[in-house]
Each structure stands twice: as structure tokens, then as C-alpha cells.
């Protein structure tokens, strides 16, 4: 028995010592494998690392980039997809130039790399070019000039270069042309628009405030306040405009017209024609609105540029079925007397003398003419002039007690009754520099103004044709160069200063040569040049 309990205790310590070393081959075992995924993870790496090497030489080395063709490409359009008509994740073919969404496989601008051949794509959220289907990026200066195209961007001394030059650029084509002196393509029906839009494009702080993007890039609306839009958009069209680096002397104002119909809510169409000073006066508003304006003067870039002070006096007019003995009583009551009020305004509305009823001997109408200080008598506190409403007749007086930096005139021509729309063509005759409008100003404020507030003009929008069906064009002071330009659509070319007077002219635009006196200090004039306008 004590040989038996001898081996069976040799026998445990054997299996004990096998036991110990299976757990150190188990151990050994896995720390090899383990050996054995770093090393595959390290390799993995090192994939990968051949992998972004590999796509860094293609970006670099992308032999389609002698595909691209400049002359089809046109960013002006809306930003969707032309097969889907989506507006998310949408590149630019640089090939055709057409739209299409996507870049992965399956998607419209993969099936159109394969299908056509292009390869070349342009992620316009992005602004980054890839190589479909083999999809890579490529990053190559020698693109830099789409980027700008698609996006111009100004810095301070860019700006301030723009608007002293008179130095003619040369597009893609050829065809040489003057920043500021760009074509809008006329869509069907939208020459009023562009004419305004041309207008305010060389009103000199609205120009410099929206060609530094970082002005209006980061403005914040409530929720469903569409109004940032038609901000964006309008900054867009003034950097095109003034863009030197074109690849076409003309630009569309599609994406501006289309932000336009939406905050309006089709007020404004880009089918049918509307009114100049509809359209101006909404717009002034609607982008005082959007870039955080309030009552206050100082409030937003518009009411800087365009906004002035009146006094209006107000009286009521006794009514004519009054009897004799109650005339002289109801002359002494309150409402009856003459009360004043003060109003801010963005434009002068003048109203034309009314055109000769009858035809002269060779049976043509005979076109009057008026000189433009007859029509601005309106304004100087003396004129009385009666309004009539559905209850009450009024005697008005005007007066201006501030004048605005720019000043806009606006010409009633249109006469709309029961049955059509009227227009009066009488030709007013006006002065295109130093016109004086001190005599406006209330006597206790000429003061301020000793060089009885003298203004230039530097555009006139024009109507011609018949009040349905016909067309508007914008006579335009290119500041740089010192010369008039007349812009009808994607038509441009140069104007006479002495023709001007002879248009029937609708919108006019002044800016004024010196500044008012402040405090007693000593008026600064203006030196020609829009970036000392506001200081």
C-alpha cells in the first residue's frame, strides 16, 4: 500500500508540472497571436498611408484636368441637380457645365462620368474638385480662377482699387470690358429689375458694404424669415458684377430674381413686367429689414445711403356743402388747423404736369416739357397741394429738414384708372452736375448746408414705349473712369451726358458733393471717390 500511495502521489506531481507547462504554451500562444495582430494592424496602416500617398499623387497628377472647358461654365443658375432638380450635394461637370448630384456610385454625377466620359467634377457647397468615378480630389492652382468665378472675393484694398479704376479687363473670349459695366441677361420680363439692380450697383456705400462678403455672411433671421436670402443673393450679383476675373462679359441675375419672387411672395415676377419704383422701394425695405435695421438712421447700410427727414404741415379742408353760419364756427376747431408732423423718408415722389389733351396741326401729340426745380416746388413749405381720400379732403406742405447722402427722385408717369394705365411723356429738364436742392430745406437747417446742397447725378432709369410693353434701361456714372454708360439688359455702351436730359427719365439717383456741417465744424467735400463718402 505505501509503494501504491508513493506512485500515486509521483504520478500527480507529473500531471501537475504537464499542467504548468500546457498554461505557459497557451500563454505563449497567445502573446504570438497577439504579436501577430499588431503586425497586421501595422500593415493595415501602412495600407493606408499607400492608399492617401497614392491619391495625393493622382490629385496632383490628374490627367483630365486639359478636359475642362471654361467657356460653358455659368454659376449665375440656380444650384440644382438637372436630372433630380435637388439643391443637396450638387457638383458642376467641368466639362458640359450641367449640374448633377452626388459623386458616389449610383448617384447622377457618377452615371454621368461614366456614361459621357467626364471626369472633372466641382462640389459647389465645397468649393473642392474631384475625379469621377475614380473618385479623388484634386487640388491644382491652376483651378483657382473657376473658385473665383463661382465665389469673388474682395479685400478692402480690391475694393478700394475697383472703384478709382478705369482700367478694362478682358473675359475668357476676348471681349474686353469695365467692372461695373456688366450685362444682365433679360430672362423673359425682368428689364425693370435689372435696371434697378445696374442703379443700385453704383450707389457708392451700397457697392463697398457688399463686396466684403463679411459684412452679411453670418446675419441671423428668425425662423422662417426668408429675408437673409435676398441679403446673400444680392451680395453675390454685386461681387459678379464687379468681378474682374469673368470668364463672360455679362452675368444673370437668376439665383437674384428667384430669392426676389420667394420674399416678395410673387409680388414681383420674373414673367411678367412690373414697376421700377415698386420693385426700388420694396427692395430698399426689404434689405433694411434683413440686415437688422430699425427706425433709427444709423440703423443699417440703406438708411446711411438713402434716408432723409421731411416736415410735413397737414390741414383739413371744410367741406363744401357746409352752410355759411357754421363755416366760420367749424374754422376755429382743432381738425381744421394746420398740424405738422415729422417722417422719414428713402425717395422724393414728384408728381409731372398733366400732358395737352388735343393733338397739334400735323395730328402728333405735343410732348411738353417741364424743368426739374418746377416739379420739386412741391418740396420747398409753400406749395400747397390737396389729397383727396374716400372721406376727407387734406391740404398738404412739404419741407425737407435732412437730406440723405444719395438722393432719389422719383417721376409719377403712370396714371392707372378704371379702364387702362396711362403714362405721361413729358420730358423734364434737368441738370446733371451741382444741382442745388437747398432750396427744399427748411430755413432753420440751410445752415447746414453752405454750399446750398449740391448733388451729382450718377444714375437715371429710363422708360420708353407705352405703359404696357415697354422698356427700361439705366443710365449709369462709372466713377473711376468719369463716364456714362447706358445698360439696357445684356446691351451696354456708352452715353452722351448732353442726351440724357432728353429720356424720359423715371428713377433718378444724386449724390451729394459735400458734407453738411456738424457741430459748426467746416463741410468736407466729397473727393470723388465712394470710401470717403461716410466719414
Known amino acids: 500500500m505505501a509503494k501504491t500511495r508513493g506512485e500515486a502521489q509521483e504520478s500527480t506531481g507529473i500531471d501537475e508540472q504537464g499542467s504548468k507547462m500546457a498554461l505557459k504554451r497557451r500563454q505563449d500562444a497567445l502573446d504570438h497571436d497577439k504579436y501577430d495582430e499588431d503586425d497586421a494592424m501595422a500593415n493595415v496602416g501602412s495600407e493606408a498611408k499607400r492608399r492617401e500617398l497614392a491619391n495625393a499623387s493622382k490629385s496632383v497628377e490628374c490627367p483630365y484636368l486639359d478636359t475642362i472647358d471654361r467657356n460653358v461654365l455659368d454659376f449665375d443658375f440656380e444650384k440644382l441637380c438637372s436630372v433630380s432638380l435637388s439643391r443637396i450635394n450638387v457638383y458642376a461637370c467641368l466639362v458640359c457645365g450641367k449640374y448633377f448630384q452626388g459623386r458616389g456610385q449610383n448617384t447622377h454625377a457618377y452615371t454621368h462620368s461614366v456614361s459621357d466620359g467626364h471626369r472633372v467634377f466641382l462640389n459647389l457647397e465645397t468649393k473642392k474638385f474631384y475625379c469621377l468615378p475614380d473618385n479623388y480630389e484634386i487640388i491644382d492652382p491652376s483651378l483657382s480662377d473657376i473658385l473665383y468665378v463661382l465665389d469673388p472675393i ?15 479687363v478682358r473675359a475668357l473670349g476676348g471681349m474686353r470690358y469695365l467692372p461695373g459695366v456688366v450685362g444682365l441677361n433679360n430672362i423673359k420680363a425682368n428689364d425693370y429689375c435689372n435696371a434697378v439692380l445696374q442703379a443700385m450697383s453704383h450707389v457708392g456705400p451700397i457697392r463697398k458694404y457688399f463686396l466684403d462678403r463679411n459684412n452679411y455672411k453670418d446675419i441671423k433671421r428668425p425662423p ?9 443673393r444680392f451680395g453675390e450679383l454685386i461681387r459678379k458684377l464687379w468681378n474682374p476675373r469673368n470668364f463672360k462679359a455679362h452675368v444673370s441675375p437668376h439665383e437674384m430674381l428667384q ?6 411672395k410673387k409680388k414681383f415676377q420674373i414673367t411678367a413686367q412690373g414697376d421700377a419704383e415698386q420693385f426700388l422701394t420694396w427692395l430698399l425695405n426689404a434689405l433694411h429689414m434683413a440686415l437688422g435695421g430699425t427706425k433709427k438712421a444709423q440703423s443699417s447700410i440703406i438708411y446711411k445711403a438713402f434716408r432723409g427727414e421731411m ?36 425717395h422724393l415722389t414728384l408728381e409731372l404736369p398733366p400732358p395737352p389733351l388735343f393733338k397739334d396741326e400735323i395730328q402728333e401729340n405735343i410732348i411738353p416739357q417741364v424743368s ?5 416746388a412741391k418740396f420747398n413749405g409753400m406749395t400747397e397741394k390737396e389729397y383727396n381720400t374716400y372721406k376727407d379732403n387734406f391740404l398738404k406742405k412739404f419741407e425737407i429738414i435732412k437730406l440723405p447722402p444719395f438722393l432719389i427722385l422719383y417721376f409719377k408717369r403712370f396714371t392707372k384708372n378704371t379702364f387702362f394705365l396711362e403714362k405721361n411723356p ?6 446733371i452736375k451741382s444741382v442745388e436742392f437747398g432750396d427744399l430745406v427748411a430755413p432753420e437747417f440751410k445752415h447746414l448746408y453752405p454750399d446750398n446742397a449740391a448733388y451729382d447725378l450718377v444714375a437715371n432709369i429710363v422708360h420708353e414705349g407705352p405703359p404696357k410693353g415697354g422698356i427700361y434701361k439705366a443710365h449709369i456714372l462709372h466713377e473711376g473712369s468719369g463716364k456714362w454708360f447706358e445698360m439696357e439688359d445684356l446691351h451696354t455702351g456708352a452715353a452722351l451726358p448732353e442726351v440724357l436730359p432728353l429720356s424720359e427719365a423715371y428713377i433718378q439717383i444724386y449724390k451729394r458733393i459735400n458734407e453738411p456741417l456738424k457741430d459748426g465744424k467746416k463741410s468736407v467735400q466729397t473727393k470723388g471717390k465712394e470710401g470717403t463718402m461716410n466719414k
Open 154 to 168: 474682395f479685400s478692402p484694398d480690391m475694393i478700394r482699387q475697383i472703384e478709382t479704376t478705369s482700367k478694362e
Open 224 to 232: 422662417g424669415d426668408l429675408s437673409a436670402i435676398l441679403v446673400q
Open 259 to 264: 430669392a426676389v419672387v420667394l420674399c416678395s
Open 311 to 346: 416736415r410735413i404741415h397737414t390741414k383739413k379742408i371744410l367741406p363744401t356743402d357746409v352752410d355759411e353760419s357754421k363755416r366760420e364756427e367749424m374754422l376755429t376747431l382743432d381738425e381744421f388747423q394746420w398740424k405738422t408732423t415729422e417722417s422719414p423718408f428713402l
Open 372 to 376: 426739374l426745380f418746377n416739379v420739386l
Open 426 to 431: 413729358t420730358i423734364v429738364n434737368f441738370p
